[in-house]
C-alpha cells in the first residue's frame, strides 16, 4: 500500500454554484487506477462521491474522466500522487458525473435494409477500426469544434461513416453527417490523441465522409475553389508575387562543409505566399552546413485535397512529387510545413525518409544563434504535434534562441482542415481563444512551423508570429552583428 | 395505490410508471427481451448503469456459440453442452438454445453487427473449450461489445421507454403472490415505482460476491436475491464457473478477464517451470478442455508449489505471429500493455477467477420462473448450463432467452391484482433504517468477497461452507449505513450481495458430491456426471433440497 495526496473536482447543483476541487490522501495498492483512488475516497473519506464505474477494464466506456486535464478511462489510467481529476467537460450532473445521455442520443443507429445480409470480409475490415467505439466521450471532451460550433462531436461522425461503409444501412449519412457538422473539423487529431481505442476519427471518418459528399457534389464552394486551382495551377494558393521556386536555383550549398544533404519540399503556402520564410529556412540550412536540393517541378502535396475529401487527382499529385525527389536520388526529404510534412508521412507512400525542418536541425545539431531578447511562446501546429509525433524539437531550438521561453496549452488554432477557407467564422472562434492564450502567456513573439497556423493566429492577436527558422536566422544576425568590429 | 405517508404527510414515491412488460437489466439478455417485448406493447427498461455498459455482455470477449457450418451439427452442439454442463443441464433449454442459436445470430447479423467474417462471406468461428467443432462466432475479442451496440442500435428503433441508472431494489407481488412491478431509486436516491403486467428478470450474474471476479461492477447478483426474497425458486446456485484465467497484476485488476480466445487462439499454459501441465490434467484436450478442468489445474499448479511469484501461471502467445495476436486478440494486447507487458513478447500471468453462476431462477422453456408473472432471461436463470458452462454459450444464451422472455411476457395478459402495500411500506422502513446504521457497506461487502473466495471457492468442504454461512449471515445482519440518499441503492446492493452469497453456500452444502464447477473435497463418492444420482438443487423462501434421479445403470 501507498499513500497518494490527489484532488478532486467536487459539486452538488443543490447546494454549490460551481464545482470546487478537494483534496484528499489515500491510501491504494502498488499499481492502482485512478478508478481505486477514487474508490478509496468514496469508501474511506466521503461515500457521497459521485463518480460512474462498470467493467473495470477498459471495455464499457463508463468512467471516463479528465486527469491533469487530460480525458483518459479512470479504470486504466495508473493513479498518480498529486493528480487532479475532474469530470470531462460536458454538463457536469454531480462531481464526477457528467450528462452523457445527450451525446449518445445523437449517434446514430443503423436502419437495416429488410434484405440485409451479411457483407463480404473486406466490407467488414473496413468497418472495424470504426467499431471498437466504447462511446466513453474523451473524444467529445476534448474536441476544440465542439467549444465554439454546433459540432456534434467525432464519435458521432465516426458512426456516420460507420454506417455509410455498411451495405445493411439504407439511411441517408452524408446529409446526416453534413448536419452534424462534417465541415466543422479542423483534422487536430486531438480526439485520435485521448481515444482510449485509437480510433482514427479524422482519417478513417471525417475525411471518407468529406469524400463521399464530394462525390455528390457537396462539398463547401470554397473547398472547391481550391482544388479547381490545384488542379490548373498545381499550387493551392494563386500566385500574387514572386515564388519562393522562381527565386532560388535547384541546389542551394552551404556556407562551409557540407554536412549533409536534403530535399526540399516548400509547399504552396511557403512558395507563393509567404516565400520570405522558406527563404529565411534556406539561410540557416546554409548556416549550418546543409545542402539543400530544390526540385522546381513539385507541386501541391494534396493536403487541402485530401482534408476537404476531395481526392480524384491527388494520386497524380503524390505521383509527381515522389518523382521529383526520387529522379534526383534524394533519401531525405525536408518540409517546413507541418500540413505537408504530416501529409507526406502519413498520406504518401514514400521510398525516401520525410522530416520536418525541426527534426533535421537537430539531428544534425545547430550552431548556437545568439539569444533574441525577447519572451516567446509556441504555439503547437496540430499537423506537427499530432500528425508527426514532433513536440520536443522546436522547443529545444526555441530555447536556445530567445532569452525566455514560456509554455502555452496547446489547442487547435482553428485554421486546418479547411475550416479557415470552409467555416470562417468557427476558424475566427478557435483563432480568438488562442489569442487570449497568447496574451496570458505575455510573450512577446509566438513561434511556429506551419505557415497556417501563422497566418491565422497572426489575424486573432497583436503580438507578433514568426517562423522559426525566422527566429533562427535573427538569431544568427544577432550573433554577426555582435561578432562585427564596431565603429 | 400508496404515495405518500399518512402521519408525516411526506410523498414516498416520486414517480409511478405503468408499462405492459418492464425489463430489468440492460445486458444482452435484457435488451433482447425488451426489443421482442416491444412487439406486444408498452415496454420500460430499468438499467442500474447507462444502459448497455453495466452488464456483463458489453464485457464478453471470445464469442457465440452457433452451428452454422454443414460440417457441425445441433446434436453435437447439444452433446457438447451437456457433456461440459456434466450432465445437470435441463435437456429442454439445451435443446433451445443450440436449435435457436443460429437463429438469433441471423438477427444478430440482420440488425447489422459486424462479426468477423471468412472470405467465403461466412461468420468466422473459433475453437472454444469443451467443443468438437470450432462453432464460437467472433467479433475480434469484443464479441460482447459488438453484440451489445448491435442491439442498442437494434433497441433504439422501438418505442421501449429506458431509465437509465435507476437501481431496482425489490420485486413487488400482488395478493395472489403474482410479480406486479418494482420498487427502485434513481440516481438521487428518490424512489420510483413500476407497475407491469409482465416482468422480465434480466439482472445478470454476481460474481462480484467474490473477492477475485471477471464481472463488472454491476454483477451483485441483486436478480438472485430479488427474486428469492419475491418467492420465487432457484436451482444450482452452487454452481460458480471460476474461469481459468485470470490477470493476477495488478493488485486492484486482478481477475479481470483473460478472454478464452487467447487459448483458443493457440496460447499455451504453463507453470513456473515451464512445463505444459495440461497434460496431467488432459492430455487430449490440454489448453482446450472445460473450464472447470482448466481451473482447477492451475490452482492445484500453485497450492502445489508449481505457480509463480505472484499466486499464477504463464499464459504464453509469445509464438503467435504478432499479427494474429493484434488483430485477434486486441483488447487483451491493449490492456496488457497498459499493465506494462507486451503479449507479442512476454507471457501473461493468470490465475483462475470467479466468472460466471450457472444456476439461477428456475425457468420454463417459456422463461416463466416459478413466480407468476415473472420471467428469467440470461445469467439470472439457470438450468442450461447445468454444472459448468461452456466458453460462447452465455451470449447464445442472452440471445435465445432473451427472445423468449420478451416474446411470452410480450403475451401476458393485463394485471388484475393489487400491489401488496405493506411491502412497500417495509421497504420504506427498511430504507429510512440504513440512514440510522452504522457499517459502511463497502467494508461490508469487502468481507463478504473475501468470506467467499476463501471458503465458498474452488475448492469446498462442509466446515468451511458452515463457517462462510455463519460469516454471511453475521454480515447480513449488521446495519449498513448510508450518508446521503446517494448511497441507499449502495446499501441495497450490497443486503442483495450477502443474500446471493448465501444462497450460494447453502445450495453447495446441499450437493454432497463433486460435479463441474462444484468440486467437494469431502465428497465421499466419486460418480461419473452422467450416472450422478442427483439432479438439481432448488432453493426458495419455502423449501430447498436436491433432486434425485433415476440413471440407467
Redesign the interface.
Given at each position: 500500500m501507498k499513500k497518494i495526496r490527489i484532488k478532486v473536482s467536487r459539486f452538488n447543483p443543490a447546494v454549490d454554484a460551481e464545482p470546487h476541487l478537494e483534496e484528499y490522501t489515500v491510501e491504494v495498492n502498488e499499481g492502482a487506477r485512478v478508478l481505486h483512488a477514487l474508490h478509496a475516497v468514496h469508501d474511506d473519506h466521503d461515500p457521497t462521491l459521485a463518480y460512474r464505474y462498470c467493467c473495470g477494464a477498459g471495455q464499457c466506456g463508463t468512467c471516463a474522466v479528465r486527469v491533469n486535464g487530460e480525458p483518459v478511462l479512470a479504470c486504466m489510467e495508473e493513479a498518480r500522487d498529486g493528480m487532479t481529476v475532474e469530470p470531462l467537460v460536458l454538463p457536469v450532473l454531480k462531481d464526477l458525473v457528467i450528462d452523457m445521455e445527450p451525446v449518445i442520443a445523437k449517434i446514430a443507429r443503423i436502419c437495416p435494409r429488410p434484405d440485409a445480409e451479411l457483407p463480404p470480409k473486406e466490407v467488414i475490415e473496413e468497418i472495424k477500426p470504426l467499431r471498437d467505439c466504447i462511446e466513453c466521450l474523451c473524444c467529445v471532451s476534448a474536441c476544440p469544434a465542439l467549444l465554439v460550433t454546433e459540432f456534434a462531436g467525432p464519435t458521432v461522425l465516426r458512426q456516420e461513416m460507420r454506417l455509410a461503409l455498411d451495405p445493411r444501412d439504407s439511411g441517408d449519412r452524408i446529409t446526416d453527417a453534413i448536419k452534424k457538422g462534417l465541415f466543422y473539423c479542423t483534422t487536430c487529431k486531438r480526439c485520435v490523441e485521448v481515444c482510449p481505442k485509437d480510433i482514427d476519427t479524422p482519417g478513417k471518418a471525417i475525411e471518407k465522409l468529406r469524400e463521399l459528399a464530394n462525390r455528390r457534389g457537396l462539398t463547401l464552394p470554397r473547398h472547391q475553389e481550391v482544388a479547381r486551382l490545384v488542379q490548373e495551377t498545381g499550387r493551392s494558393v494563386e500566385r500574387t508575387k514572386v515564388t519562393f521556386l522562381e527565386q532560388v536555383p535547384e541546389v542551394i550549398e552551404p556556407d562551409g562543409p557540407v554536412r549533409g544533404e536534403v530535399g526540399f519540399f516548400v509547399g504552396c503556402m511557403f512558395n507563393g505566399r509567404v516565400p520570405q520564410t522558406a527563404l529565411d529556412a534556406m539561410e540557416v540550412m546554409k548556416r549550418n552546413g546543409i545542402r539543400v536540393i530544390i526540385p522546381h517541378e513539385q507541386v501541391c502535396c494534396g493536403s487541402p485535397l485530401i482534408r476537404t475529401g476531395q481526392t480524384s487527382f491527388v494520386d497524380d499529385l503524390k505521383e509527381r512529387n515522389i518523382e521529383a525527389f526520387t529522379s534526383r536520388g534524394i533519401k531525405t526529404v525536408m518540409t517546413i510545413c507541418a500540413g505537408c510534412g504530416a501529409t507526406l508521412k502519413n498520406d504518401y507512400e514514400t521510398p525516401f525518409v520525410v522530416k520536418d525542418v525541426t527534426e533535421v536541425l537537430t539531428d544534425y545539431g545547430i550552431e548556437p544563434p545568439a539569444r533574441l531578447d525577447i519572451r516567446a511562446t509556441y504555439h503547437d501546429p496540430c499537423h506537427l504535434l499530432r500528425g508527426q509525433g514532433i513536440r520536443e524539437q522546436p522547443r529545444e531550438l526555441l530555447r536556445q534562441t530567445v532569452r525566455e521561453f514560456v509554455e502555452m496549452p496547446a489547442q487547435c488554432c482553428g485554421a486546418g482542415g479547411g475550416v479557415r477557407s470552409g467555416v470562417p467564422e468557427e476558424a475566427m472562434a478557435l483563432g480568438a481563444m488562442r489569442g487570449e492564450a497568447v496574451r496570458a502567456t505575455g510573450a512577446d513573439v509566438v513561434v511556429t512551423v506551419c505557415p497556417f497556423c501563422e497566418f491565422h493566429i497572426a489575424d486573432c492577436t497583436d503580438v507578433p508570429v514568426k517562423n522559426l527558422t525566422t527566429i533562427l536566422l535573427e538569431g544568427y544576425r544577432k550573433k554577426d552583428a555582435e561578432q562585427e568590429p564596431s565603429g | 395505490m400508496i404515495v405518500y405517508n399518512a402521519s408525516t404527510n411526506k410523498m414516498l414515491v416520486d414517480e409511478i410508471v405503468d408499462t405492459h412488460v418492464l425489463v430489468v437489466g440492460s445486458g444482452g439478455a435484457g435488451i433482447r427481451a425488451a426489443i421482442e417485448a416491444s412487439r406486444y406493447g408498452d415496454v420500460v427498461l430499468v438499467s442500474k448503469?447507462?444502459a448497455g455498459?453495466?452488464g456483463c455482455t458489453?464485457?464478453a470477449e471470445g464469442g457465440y456459440n452457433a452451428v452454422l457450418r454443414d460440417q457441425d451439427s445441433i446434436d453435437v452442439h447439444r452433446e457438447d453442452t451437456l457433456a461440459g454442463g456434466a450432465y445437470l443441464n435441463d435437456p429442454e433449454l439445451v435443446d433451445i438454445l443450440v436449435h435457436e442459436a443460429p437463429e438469433r445470430m441471423d438477427d444478430l447479423?440482420?440488425?447489422?453487427a459486424?462479426?468477423?467474417?471468412?472470405?467465403e462471406?461466412?461468420?468466422a468461428q473459433r475453437p472454444f473449450g469443451g467443443q468438437r467443432f470450432p462453432r464460437t462466432c467472433y467479433?475480434?475479442d469484443?464479441t460482447g461489445?459488438?453484440i451489445i451496440?448491435t442491439l442498442?442500435?437494434?433497441l433504439?428503433?422501438t418505442d421501449t421507454h429506458i431509465y437509465?441508472e435507476v437501481t431496482v431494489i425489490d420485486l413487488l407481488t400482488d395478493e395472489n403472490g403474482a410479480v406486479a412491478g418494482v420498487i427502485a431509486l434513481d440516481?438521487d436516491g428518490e424512489v420510483v415505482l413500476f407497475r407491469a403486467d409482465a416482468t422480465v428478470l434480466a439482472t445478470g450474474g454476481g460474481t462480484q460476491v467474490y473477492d477475485i471476479s471477471t464481472n463488472?461492477?454491476?454483477g451483485t447478483g441483486d436478480g438472485f436475491a430479488m427474486a428469492y426474497r419475491a418467492g420465487a425458486e432457484l436451482i444450482d446456485m452452487e454452481m460458480v464457473q471460476f474461469h481459468p484465467t485470470g490477470a493476477v497484476?495488478?493488485?486492484?485488476?486482478r481477475g479481470?478477464?483473460v478472454t478464452e480466445a487467447v487459448r483458443g487462439e493457440g496460447g499455451l499454459l504453463m507453470n513456473a517451470r515451464r512445463e505444459r501441465f495440461m497434460r496431467r490434467y488432459d492430455p487430449e484436450r490440454m489448453e482446450l478442455s472445460t473450464r472447470d478442468v482448466v481451473a482447477r489445474a492451475i490452482a492445484t499448479e500453485v497450492l502445489e508449489g508449481r505457480g509463480t511469484a505472484r499466486g499464477g501461471v504463464y499464459l504464453d502467445v509469445t509464438h503467435l505471429p504478432a499479427e494474429t495476436i493484434e488483430t485477434r486478440l486486441?483488447?487483451m494486447l491493449?490492456?496488457f500493455l497498459?499493465?506494462g507487458v507486451d503479449i507479442r513478447r512476454e507471457p501473461m500471468e493468470v490465475a483462475p477467477t470467479a466468472h460466471h453462476i450457472m444456476g439461477g431462477l428456475r425457468i420454463t422453456a417459456e422463461c416463466r420462473t416459478t413466480l407468476p408473472g415473472l420471467f428469467a432471461c440470461g445469467e439470472v436463470a439457470g438450468g442450461v448450463h447445468g454444472a459448468n458452462r461452456l466458453g460462447g454459450n452465455a451470449l447464445a444464451e442472452t440471445q435465445v432467452f432473451g427472445k423468449r422472455a420478451g416474446e411470452f411476457a410480450g403475451m401476458s395478459a393485463a394485471r388484475s391484482g393489487r400491489i401488496d402495500e405493506a411491502r412497500v411500506h417495509d421497504i420504506f422502513k427498511m430504507l429510512d433504517g440504513f440512514y440510522d446504521g452504522v457499517v459502511?457497506?463497502?467494508?461490508v461487502r469487502k468481507d463478504l468477497k473475501l468470506t467467499m473466495w476463501n471458503q465458498a471457492g474452488i475448492f469446498r468442504n462442509a466446515a468451511d461452507l458452515r463457517t462462510a454461512l455463519m460469516q454471511v449471515r453475521r454480515l447480513s445482519d449488521r446495519r449498513l449505513y448510508?450518508?446521503?440518499s446517494?448511497?441507499l441503492a449502495?446499501c441495497c446492493i450490497v443486503r442483495n450481495m450477502c443474500t446471493t452469497a448465501s444462497l450460494i453456500i447453502r445450495c453447495a452444502m446441499l450437493r454432497p458430491e463433486s460435479r463441474g464447477a462444484h468440486m467437494r473435497l469431502d465428497a465421499e463418492v466419486a460418480t461419473e456426471p452422467a450416472k450422478s444420482p442427483f439432479g438439481h438443487t432448488y432453493i426458495s423462501l419455502t423449501r430447498d433440497g436436491i433432486e434425485r434421479r433415476e440413471v440407467a445403470a
Open positions: - | 448503469t447507462i455498459k453495466g458489453t464485457m447479423i440482420r440488425w447489422g459486424v462479426f468477423d467474417v471468412t472470405t462471406c461466412q461468420v467479433a475480434g469484443r461489445h459488438e451496440m442498442l442500435e437494434r433504439d428503433a437509465q440516481r463488472s461492477a454491476a497484476y495488478p493488485y486492484d485488476a479481470r478477464l486486441p483488447v491493449e490492456q497498459a499493465f459502511k457497506p463497502a467494508d448510508a450518508a446521503s446517494d448511497n449502495e
